[in-house]
């Protein structure tokens, strides 16, 4: 039962152009969500989160979108830069619960 | 100073033996957990500590025991590998039980059943 789904296992995109990465999830009692960052031979670290009171989050060049009637939220990448090379994991959460449901992770490809 | 620090970062063993994992925070964290990664890349929640009290136990078999000897140590023993156990561990922690408060994770630990 897979209630948080990244559907993209990977994603190229040129330096300097917006990358847009998706998550879709199931459980409409999720109202807490996350993106996290993971390098290889490393942790994922926390990126950015939303919560579901809000539509859309900004923190320097990342942008979190979420539509709750979608049950979708997006992350954008502005502008991308080859550092921005990782697998990025959506994870989301309810209140009711102390536990992050994370996604399969997209790897993003940013190329020089 | 690495904040959430794993031992060993590999672990490679034959079916039928025990082995354990241990995980250190240096962040003054209250919380910590203990993560899988599976083959398919499905990062899963195992079991959560909060002030050496359990708080989260999925369904995981009774092989893995995480034990917490204080605030800053959650360590994980597995019995009886199996070769489905094979994976990568995460552990992590973070300063509260709120699901906003921030997981930080440790680097994993790739542990390899033959």
């Known amino acids: 039962d897979q209630q948080v789904k990244q559907n993209s296992p990977s994603l190229s995109v040129q330096e300097g152009r917006i990358s847009i990465l998706n998550c879709d999830y199931t459980?409409?009692?999720?109202?807490?969500f996350l993106w996290y960052k993971k390098y290889p031979a490393e942790g994922p670290t926390f990126l950015i989160s939303?919560?579901?009171?809000?539509d859309k989050n900004e923190d320097g060049r990342f942008t979190v979108f979420l539509n709750k009637s979608a049950k979708h939220l997006s992350l954008h990448i502005v502008p991308s830069q080859p550092g921005d090379s990782a697998v990025y994991f959506c994870?989301?959460?309810?209140?009711?619960?102390?536990?992050?449901?994370f996604g399969t992770g997209t790897r993003l490809k940013v190329l020089a | 100073d690495t904040a959430v620090s794993q031992t060993p970062k590999y672990l490679v063993t034959q079916m039928g033996n025990d082995k354990s994992i241990k995980c250190e925070q240096n962040l003054g964290h209250d919380t910590m957990y203990w993560y899988k990664q599976d083959s398919k890349k499905f990062l899963k929640i195992m079991f959560s500590y909060n002030n050496k009290e359990l708080i989260i136990n999925e369904t995981v078999p009774n092989r893995f025991s995480p034990k917490s000897p204080d605030k800053a140590h959650l360590n994980l023993h597995i019995n009886s590998l199996e070769l489905g156990d094979s994976a990568v561990y995460f552990c992590a922690s973070s300063r509260g039980t709120g699901i906003q408060e921030t997981q930080y994770f440790g680097p994993g630990t790739r542990l390899l059943v033959l």
């Open positions: 939303i919560s579901s009171i809000k």
């Open positions: 994870a989301a959460s309810d209140t009711g619960t102390y536990k992050y449901i």
């Open positions: 459980n409409s009692m999720f109202d807490y």
